[in-house]
């Protein structure tokens, strides 16, 4: 039997803490790995700790742009300390909703290719925050060997797929294909060699579960209605997704 990889998910986040216990069984009885990404210093402590109770928590340790802003250190010390234990780095990346100056863009910028630099000198894959800044991004990527690189939720457009496709980056698409026709559209022009699945929790989504906090059970539908959209099976899908898996974690 196939595991079924989440690519992106938040589990160190404060509102998965009351039933952390139940998802770890949950996803050991249904054999599901997680890339647990974290967002600063709090939460790639948390992260670690999951690792710690469970070993289908593959931990992702990094700076999200919207809290670059903040001290670094910890979290670098925190990189360098465990660099044999953690999986990869994230989530890390580029969003300008988050600054209010070119300053605050120098720094988020500094941050990003400080982590790129940890990823690259560590031979860690990577799950990149790329919201409306993939052109900055693509500019980047190619100064640094990075063994493994995911877009993660990605939203780019036709055209910067096909970028991110010659430059064999995984894409990664969650529960708004179960709704959004562009998604779906891109989707259908994704190399099935290079996609990965995600459910970005805790995020909710008011067009699909009920506008339930996401759980990482639901992959499993985002997976299926993947099938549906490529016109393959739940089963041979999955099995993809998988490979892909572990060619971008290296493992």
Same mark, same amino acid.
């Given at each position: @039997? =196939?595991? #079924? &990889?989440?690519?992106?998910?938040?589990? /160190?986040? *404060?509102? &998965?803490? /009351?039933?952390?216990?139940?998802?770890?069984? &949950? @996803?050991?009885?249904?054999?599901? $790995?997680?890339?647990? %990404?974290?967002?600063? #210093?709090?939460? =790639?402590? !948390?992260? @670690?700790?999951?690792? +710690?109770? /469970? $070993?289908?928590?593959?931990?992702?340790i990094g700076i999200h742009p919207e809290m670059a802003q903040k !001290? =670094?250190? *910890?979290v670098y010390n925190l990189i360098e300390k465990n660099n044999k234990i953690i999986t990869g780095i994230g989530e890390i990346g580029l969003d300008r909703t988050y600054i209010d100056s070119e300053e605050e863009w120098n720094v988020q910028k500094e941050v990003f290719s400080k982590q790129l630099s940890f990823a690259e000198k560590?031979?860690?894959? #990577? =799950?990149?925050? /790329?919201?409306k800044t993939l052109s900055d991004i693509f500019e980047i990527l190619p100064s640094y060997k990075i063994p493994g690189i995911l877009l993660h939720w990605f939203d780019g457009n036709k055209a910067q797929l096909r970028t991110a496709m010659d430059n064999q980056y995984f894409v990664s698409y969650g529960p708004l294909l179960l709704y959004a026709n562009d998604? +779906?559209?891109?989707?259908?022009?994704?190399? *099935?060699? +290079?996609?990965? %699945?995600?459910?970005?929790?805790? %995020?909710?989504?008011s067009r699909c579960f009920e506008y339930k906090t996401t759980e990482i059970m639901f992959v499993s539908s985002v997976i299926f209605c993947a099938s549906k959209i490529l016109h393959t099976s739940y089963e041979k899908l999955l099995t993809q997704i998988e490979d892909n898996s572990k060619r971008f974690l290296g493992i």
């Open positions: @039997m =196939s595991w #079924i &990889y989440d690519a992106h998910i938040h589990l /160190s986040d *404060p509102e &998965y803490k /009351s039933d952390i216990d139940m998802i770890l069984n &949950y @996803m050991d009885l249904l054999k599901i $790995k997680a890339c647990c %990404v974290s967002m600063d #210093i709090e939460t =790639s402590n !948390e992260t @670690m700790n999951l690792h +710690q109770k /469970s $070993k289908n928590v593959l931990p992702f !001290e =670094s250190e *910890p560590f031979n860690k894959p #990577i =799950s990149i925050h /790329s919201r998604k +779906q559209v891109l989707l259908t022009k994704t190399d *099935p060699s +290079q996609l990965l %699945v995600e459910t970005d929790g805790p %995020v909710r989504f």
